[in-house]
């Protein structure tokens, strides 16, 4: 299984982006899938989650901004982020655990400016 993340850029606080990530196998329908980020010098982080039955987790500090989904038919997932702040910026990855490995996406930048 292979994951790839894009949609990632720079934008203004405030404003909006979409990152999607494209999953190799049709899987996204049977396991949680996550989005996670990595701010500088910091720790990698969970984001957020969509369970098997498709109900969203969100960080605290995200929550009400972001919102996880899925496409089954495209085994996409995706995190619409909206309400942007300068803390928010990081590296996105997209996560599955499938069975019982870990698998990343590659990961795409958000650089969201004050």
């Known amino acids: 299984v292979q994951l790839q993340a894009s949609g990632g850029g720079l934008v203004q606080a405030g404003g909006s982006l979409r990152l999607s990530c494209a999953v190799s196998?049709?899987?996204?329908?049977?396991?949680?899938m996550r989005w996670y980020r990595q701010a500088p010098g910091k720790q990698r982080e969970e984001v957020a989650s969509?369970?098997?039955?498709?109900?969203?987790n969100y960080l605290d500090s995200v929550e009400g901004r972001f919102t996880i989904s899925r496409d089954d038919a495209k085994n996409m997932v995706y995190l619409q982020m909206n309400s942007l702040k300068a803390e928010d910026t990081g590296v996105y990855y997209c996560?599955?655990?499938?069975?019982?490995?870990?698998?990343w996406g590659q990961g795409t930048l958000v650089t969201v400016s004050s």
């Open positions: 196998g049709p899987i996204v329908s049977r396991n949680a």
């Open positions: 969509i369970t098997k039955g498709g109900y969203g």
């Open positions: 996560h599955v655990n499938y069975l019982g490995v870990d698998r």
